[in-house]
Every structure is written in structure tokens, then in C-alpha cells.
């Protein structure tokens, strides 16, 4: 059984910056991918970044390349996602997501993948 659970959201100004972690219990660093989604109020769920949890490799959504950071700890079992220059449209809850299959992480930004997900941290970016 994998338990997902995931802190540092907050409220924060536009060009800000916050830190999300997700500390894994049980099986989940086991598996090829990691992944952060976020989904805001009325919108579809959206990957933002996924990391090969055996190579390190990283992917992003185009939104975000560049200002946001994902990386793991496999032997604290925890995933984090830095996010800089903060915009009000990064606005939403966040959640870490583990799968029960592997696959290849570059086509890991589609929420069908995954099995396991964390309750979810709520981000505000206000303008």
C-alpha cells in the first residue's frame, strides 16, 4: 500500500516562490515515475513535471519548464517541486502521484498513468 502525503502550499504573491514536498510511504519510490499534477477550480487535472526516480531525469509541461524544479530523495522516499516566478495562472491544488506500472516518464504527464495519489495542497498566487 503507497500513502501519498503532501505539504508546503500556500499563499503567495505573483514572482514568489514555494516548495511543495510529498513524503511516500510504502512502495512508491519502487516505481520508474513520480509526478506532480495540479488542477485548479472548473479546469481539468494537469501534469506539470514528472522524474525518473532511478535516473533523475525530468520532464515538464510547457507552462512551467523553466520555472519549476522536481526532484527526489529516494532515500528520505520523498518528492519535491520547486516552483519560482510564481504566476496568479499557476494557481490550484497540487497533487503527487505515483504509479503501479512502469512506463516510459516522458509520457508521464497524463493522469491515467497513475494509481496512488496524494489529499492535495492548495496554492494561491495572487497578481
Known amino acids: 500500500q503507497v500513502q501519498l502525503v503532501e505539504s508546503g502550499g500556500g499563499s503567495v504573491q505573483a514572482g514568489g516562490s514555494l516548495r511543495l514536498s510529498c513524503l511516500a510511504s510504502?512502495?512508491?519510490?519502487?516505481?520508474?515515475?513520480m509526478a506532480w499534477f495540479r488542477q485548479a477550480p472548473g479546469k481539468e487535472p494537469e501534469g506539470v513535471a514528472v522524474?525518473?526516480?532511478?535516473?533523475?531525469?525530468?520532464w515538464y509541461a510547457d507552462s512551467v519548464r523553466g520555472r519549476f524544479i522536481i526532484s527526489r530523495d529516494n532515500t528520505r522516499n520523498t518528492l519535491s517541486l520547486q516552483m519560482n516566478s510564481l504566476k496568479p495562472e499557476d494557481t490550484a491544488t497540487y497533487y503527487c502521484?505515483?504509479?503501479?506500472?512502469?512506463?516510459?516518464?516522458?509520457?508521464?504527464?497524463?493522469?491515467?498513468?497513475?494509481?496512488?495519489w496524494g489529499q492535495g495542497t492548495q496554492v494561491t498566487v495572487s497578481s
Open positions: 502521484a505515483a504509479p503501479t506500472t512502469a512506463f516510459y516518464c516522458g509520457s508521464g504527464l497524463e493522469s491515467a498513468r497513475y494509481d496512488y
Open positions: 510504502g512502495s512508491a519510490f519502487t516505481y520508474t515515475c
Open positions: 522524474v525518473s526516480t532511478n535516473s533523475g531525469r525530468t
